[in-house]
């Protein structure tokens, strides 16, 4: 069993990413990680703790698989939030905070380079307004993206009502 990510629901089978449980858990945690030194805004802090969601240790394997359309993005700061998703994938490219993980991270990169045409293809067209409100509103009050975003002591990971990504992998 594994995973699967696409731009959305109907993105041709023969453009899924379909990555192993494994491979699902190296993808997340080098976002995570780039993702969670770059962060500086609560919108780009929120797209790296909803991509840390996909925890496989809570949530199960083969669980975690998700589309693109279903992100968390706001029309208002759509422009300014791809821009850091394709910096924070750039920085993955570049293994920024690779330093932090106990194992070097391998093929990574082709899944990656999808994930960035997925991201790059995006519009603010495509962006479904209740699909962030839905997402905050659903959280409880005690989870981190009420909370200030507190971070990994170990990582300097972003939280997640999980805890860290990282810890738990």
Request: glycine share 4%.
């Amino acid at each position: 069993m594994g995973n699967i990510i696409c731009f959305d629901e109907n993105t041709p089978v023969d453009d899924w990413i379909c990555m192993s449980n494994a491979a699902t858990d190296v993808f997340i945690n080098v976002l995570s990680l780039s993702g969670s030194m770059l962060a500086e805004t609560v919108e780009e802090k929120q797209l790296i703790i909803w991509l840390s969601e996909k925890d496989q240790k809570f949530v199960g394997l083969g669980t975690v698989g998700f589309n693109i359309v279903d992100m968390p993005w706001k029309k208002e700061t759509f422009s300014n939030d791809k821009r850091f998703l394709l910096n924070v994938i750039k920085s993955v490219e570049n293994k920024l905070g690779w330093e932090k993980l106990d194992y070097i991270p391998k093929l990574v990169l082709p899944n990656l380079q999808k994930f960035k045409e997925y991201i790059e293809k995006m519009t603010e067209d495509d962006i479904d307004d209740n699909v962030i409100s839905e997402w905050l509103n659903a959280a409880e009050s005690n989870d981190p993206i009420h909370c200030g975003f507190p971070r990994c002591k170990k990582h300097n990971t972003l939280l997640t009502f999980l805890g860290c990504q990282i810890c738990n992998s």
